[in-house]
């Protein structure tokens, strides 16, 4: 059984099964409340499908980018599991979950969520049942410099896609078990200890400090780049 995480958004969202079979699920509105309710939702699911933490196989994380705290905490609990059980961690970006649950289509859908400060982080994929191709990779985007890469989407998707004039959506995680078996779909996380999600920027919080004080913090958004 593994268990499927998302908390780049202010919906957190918690899925329990494997390809094809969702044995239990949740979700944590308020960004605010990931630190608080995620384990605790970790927990409803796995009694609601009659397991234990020993029943995990492993873990399918969406890696990003969005939300600073949200992707951290999801991190810290991945990390804490796959370091306690000693199983796998898979990731993968959560505009992906998002264009992947918009099903199979004949063309790219274009998935966006809100990067702050008038930018969007942006993605695009062409999602089949036997894999996935990115057309765009995770980008922080102005929403016109979008249609110029993407000129022609057959969809737009995400919680920012009332942006670009559609109706938003948001990640869900038993979408992630899906993409588990789906070539292209994740990558499995080698250096489990030193990973860290894709922030995509700076936290908010950061960014006003070195406007502030005029001089950068170290940041793990910019390590490597």
């Given at each position: 059984?593994?268990?499927?995480?998302?908390?780049?958004?202010?919906?957190?969202?918690?899925?329990?099964?494997?390809?094809?079979?969702?044995?239990?699920?949740?979700e944590?509105?308020?960004?605010?409340?990931?630190?608080?309710?995620?384990?605790?939702?970790?927990?409803?699911?796995?009694?609601?499908?009659?397991?234990?933490?020993?029943?995990?196989?492993?873990?399918?994380?969406?890696?990003?980018?969005?939300?600073?705290?949200?992707?951290?905490?999801?991190?810290?609990?991945?990390?804490?599991?796959?370091?306690?059980?000693?199983?796998?961690?898979?990731?993968?970006?959560?505009?992906?979950?998002?264009?992947?649950?918009?099903?199979?289509?004949?063309?790219?859908?274009?998935?966006?969520?809100?990067?702050?400060?008038?930018?969007?982080?942006a993605?695009?994929?062409?999602?089949?049942?036997?894999?996935?191709?990115?057309?765009?990779?995770?980008?922080?985007?102005?929403?016109?410099?979008?249609h110029?890469?993407?000129?022609?989407?057959?969809?737009?998707?995400?919680?920012?896609?009332?942006?670009?004039?559609?109706?938003?959506?948001?990640?869900?995680?038993a979408?992630?078990?899906?993409?588990?078996?789906?070539?292209?779909?994740?990558?499995?996380?080698?250096?489990?200890?030193?990973?860290?999600?894709?922030?995509?920027?700076?936290?908010?919080?950061?960014?006003?400090?070195?406007?502030?004080?005029?001089?950068?913090?170290?940041?793990?958004?910019?390590?490597?780049?």
């Amino acid at each position: 059984m593994w268990l499927a995480i998302d908390t780049a958004t202010d919906r957190a969202s918690i899925a329990l099964g494997g390809p094809g079979l969702v044995a239990a699920r949740a979700e944590v509105v308020g960004a605010r409340r990931h630190a608080a309710e995620l384990l605790p939702a970790i927990e409803r699911c796995l009694a609601e499908a009659g397991l234990g933490y020993g029943a995990l196989e492993g873990i399918v994380l969406a890696d990003g980018p969005g939300s600073f705290t949200g992707l951290r905490v999801g991190a810290a609990v991945a990390k804490a599991l796959v370091r306690a059980r000693r199983m796998p961690l898979w990731v993968t970006p959560s505009l992906l979950v998002c264009a992947a649950a918009r099903g199979t289509v004949d063309g790219v859908v274009l998935a966006v969520s809100n990067a702050l400060r008038g930018d969007l982080f942006a993605a695009a994929y062409r999602v089949s049942p036997s894999g996935v191709e990115t057309i765009l990779a995770p980008a922080v985007l102005r929403p016109d410099a979008i249609h110029a890469l993407v000129p022609a989407p057959v969809a737009i998707v995400g919680p920012a896609a009332p942006t670009l004039g559609s109706p938003p959506t948001w990640p869900e995680a038993a979408m992630l078990l899906d993409l588990v078996g789906r070539a292209g779909g994740v990558r499995q996380v080698a250096a489990v200890a030193a990973w860290e999600p894709e922030y995509g920027r700076p936290a908010e919080a950061q960014v006003q400090w070195e406007l502030k004080h005029g001089r950068p913090l170290a940041d793990p958004a910019r390590a490597g780049r």
